[in-house]
């Protein structure tokens, strides 16, 4: 995804790991435990150089950081566990849950072996609509048709205006049209028709990088993993109307029951950031009935969160911070506020 933030993120970490402040705050500000977003995790990514590249880390680097965390005393526990762990204030220690968005087929092939060696669980979160290919991973299709080079036209409230793919700020501008002008359930449609006109074909990133159901209930099988609800279409629930953004959440329930025999107890907001949920999406969670539902809000977590358990945040490991020095800090609580305008306790 389209991240402006990075390099002044990256600054702030810099800065708290030189001034030597951020093992000073952990005692202080660093909560009781943190919930950890994943997405892709393989050594070998097709796109290495491609705009979304940061989706991905390496699986050893993964390693690494549940290693460095269980040695600074982490307890790696499930979704389940990790609320229990919350409604209990952290009496128990510090505690981490793995959770990865959208199931790629890394998650099976590489991800899993390190979780194995350290016994480490993770939940999955899977929108139905991407595994059927009746949804698409448009983010890596624009990159795609960008890098074609054609000139598009994009139909915009006053008027079609043409966008050459040869610019420089291209894909941030048909980023931006897609997520602003372009209505969630026409998406799909706009992206399709821009990817005929480049030669792209749609549905490729999602076969060659998403599990197919086969590779879900193989994986769903194994003890330490958990499968999520991605709602079904991996829209951004606050673009569409409460009803359509409640069917999204309680439709997935008996899709994902009948391919791996559960209904799902969690959830994960697609996009999860200020402009995709909200305390509506977060009152549509409840009502529909989920244990947990995680955010992409940076941050720790806190005894408070324990009634909040429907917006929780999470510390993104991507590959923009492989470092352990910038997970440390992160973990440090020291980042929190930085990202949040100063709130400690990171909801909605």
């Known amino acids: 995804m389209i991240d402006g933030g990075e390099v002044i993120r990256k600054l702030a970490l810099n800065v708290a790991r030189y001034s030597g402040v951020a093992p000073l705050a952990r005692p202080l500000i660093g909560g009781i435990g943190a919930i950890l977003m994943l997405h892709r995790v393989t050594a070998n990514p097709e796109k290495p150089f491609g705009a979304n590249r940061h989706l991905n880390i390496a699986p050893d680097f993964l390693d690494a950081v549940i290693a460095d965390m269980k040695a600074s005393g982490y307890a790696f526990v499930s979704m389940d566990e ?14 981490a849950a793995l959770t990865a968005d959208d199931a790629y087929r890394d998650n099976l092939t590489e991800a899993l072996p390190v979780l194995e060696k350290h016994g480490a669980p993770l939940t999955i979160y899977v929108a139905p609509a991407l595994i059927d290919g009746t949804a ?75 599990m197919a159901w086969s590779d879900i209930r193989s994986i769903a099988a194994n003890p330490l993993v958990s499968i999520g609800a991605h709602t079904m279409n ?92 910038h997970i440390r800090t992160m973990l440090s609580g020291i980042t929190t506020p930085l990202a949040n305008r100063g709130r400690m306790l990171v909801t909605v």
């Open 234 to 325: 991996h829209y951004n629930l606050k673009r569409l109307s409460a009803e359509a953004a409640r069917r999204e959440m309680s439709d997935v329930l008996s899709r994902l029951a009948a391919e791996i025999g559960a209904e799902p107890r969690h959830l994960a907001y697609p996009y999860g950031f200020a402009s995709a949920v909200g305390c509506r999406e977060v009152g549509l969670a409840r009502e529909v009935g989920y244990l947990s539902a995680v955010t992409t809000r940076h941050g720790v977590l806190r005894a408070a969160h324990a009634d909040h358990l429907l917006a929780l945040p999470r510390i993104s490991v991507n590959g923009r911070y492989q470092r352990l020095s």
């Open 136 to 210: 698409d991973l448009w983010w890596d299709v624009i990159d795609d048709v960008v890098a074609s080079g054609r000139t598009l036209e994009l139909t915009r409230p006053g008027g079609a205006q043409a966008l050459d793919c040869t610019r420089p700020d291209a894909l941030p501008r048909l980023y931006d049209h897609l997520t602003k002008e372009v209505a969630e359930e026409e998406q799909r449609a706009v992206v399709r028709a821009f990817a005929a006109v480049a030669g792209v074909d749609a549905g490729d990133a999602a076969r060659k990088t998403l």
């Open 82 to 95: 990790a609320v229990e762990r919350l409604r209990r204030g952290g009496s128990d220690g510090l505690f």
